[in-house]
Each structure stands twice: as structure tokens, then as C-alpha cells.
Nanobody
Framework: QVQLVESGGGLVQAGGSLRLSCVASGSIFSRYAMNWYRQAPGKQRELVAT???????NYVDSVKGRFAISRDNAENTVYLQMNNLKPEDTAVYYC???????????WGKGTLVTVSS
């Protein structure tokens, strides 16, 4: 069982920056790929960024060059640095942990990011 707690959301003007954090507990963090998803009002949840156990990252096209995902396995934490934020980035951002081998998948409760124009 993995517990995930996100923080760092808030209200920011367009062009601003925020850094989201997700602290994991309850299992061996390094055995999980870590992901950030987001869900905007009236839209489906979408995968924003992924970081594998070994550090390989991947991003949805709409955030490439603006967002950066990183992880600190010693601190059981994954980050999402968001720069040059746009109103369309407004959403609830969710942290997700997916085990590398077995079918185990965990979610945090989300943190709201609001970008004003």
C-alpha cells in the first residue's frame, strides 16, 4: 500500500511558476514509476508527466519545455516544476504511483492549480 500526499498548488498569474510536490509513504518508492495527471473542469483526466525509476521522463506535448518532473528517491518525493503557466493549465493535479512489475496503482487526492489570465 502506498499513500501519496500532494502539495504546492495555488493561484498564479499567467506566466508564473509553481512547484508541486508529492510525498509517498508505505512502500519502496524506487520500485514505482511516478506520474502527474491533471483534470480540468468538464474534461477527462490526462497524463502530464512521467518519471521512471531510473529517471527517464516523458511529457504530454502541451507542457514540453515548460514543465519538469523530477524525483528524490531518498526523500520519497516526486516534483513537478511548472513554468510559464497558462490559463489552460488550470486543473486539479494528481500524483500517481505505478509499480514497475506488479499491477499496483495508487493515487493522491490532488492539488488545485488555478492560472489567471
Amino acid at each position: 500500500q502506498v499513500q501519496l500526499v500532494e502539495s504546492g498548488g495555488g493561484l498564479v498569474q499567467a506566466g508564473g511558476s509553481l512547484r508541486l510536490s508529492c510525498v509517498a509513504s508505505g512502500s519502496i518508492f524506487s520500485r514505482y514509476a511516478m506520474n502527474w495527471y491533471r483534470q480540468a473542469p468538464g474534461k477527462q483526466r490526462e497524463l502530464v508527466a512521467t518519471i521512471a525509476s531510473g529517471g527517464i521522463t516523458n511529457y504530454v506535448d502541451s507542457v514540453k519545455g515548460r514543465f519538469a518532473i523530477s524525483r528524490d528517491n531518498a526523500e520519497n518525493t516526486v516534483y513537478l516544476q511548472m513554468n510559464n503557466l497558462k490559463p489552460e493549465d488550470t486543473a486539479v493535479y494528481y500524483c500517481n504511483a505505478r509499480h514497475n512489475i506488479v499491477d499496483m496503482n495508487y493515487w493522491g487526492k490532488g492539488t488545485l492549480v488555478t492560472v489567471s489570465s
